[in-house]
């Protein structure tokens, strides 16, 4: 989450490098931000919940090219890529939702005071 809080305190996107590996009915995704491929949030995810992804192609014998789409009260991630024999990786994007950002700002304000939210949007846009 900590690569998370940034892009959302600011309404940005974040991009980076996703690693996927097929469990059963689910993906269990590794998102990497921070340019030495170590992973920033790992999550799992049921295939049934993506968009644009069939279990036939992540378990393809040879390397096919993916698009698919996960939404989640956040924001939706985007994954552009290649999966073969149930490994995957590539390009991810995330665009947060504006409306749990504002949430967000509302529940920091509440539990640490405006003065602290300024302060880690202050150091997070530097």
């Known amino acids: ?35 030495e491929g170590r992973a920033v949030q790992e999550f799992t995810v049921p295939i049934a919940m993506l968009s644009g992804i069939e279990g036939r192609q992540i378990d393809s014998g040879r390397p096919a090219p993916v698009s698919f ?20 990786a590539g390009l991810y994007s995330f665009s947060p939702r504006p409306a749990f950002v504002q949430d967000l700002l509302v529940f920091l304000r509440a539990m640490l005071g405006w003065g602290q939210v300024f302060d880690i949007r202050f150091r997070y846009r530097r």
């Open 69 to 88: 789409h996960f939404r989640s009260e956040a924001g939706t991630f985007g994954f552009h890529g290649s999966f073969a024999r149930s490994s995957g």
């Open 1 to 35: 989450m900590s690569g998370l809080l940034p892009a959302l305190l600011f309404f940005t996107a974040i991009t980076g490098m996703w690693q996927a590996e097929r469990r059963g009915e689910e993906l269990e995704l590794r998102l990497l931000q921070d340019g």
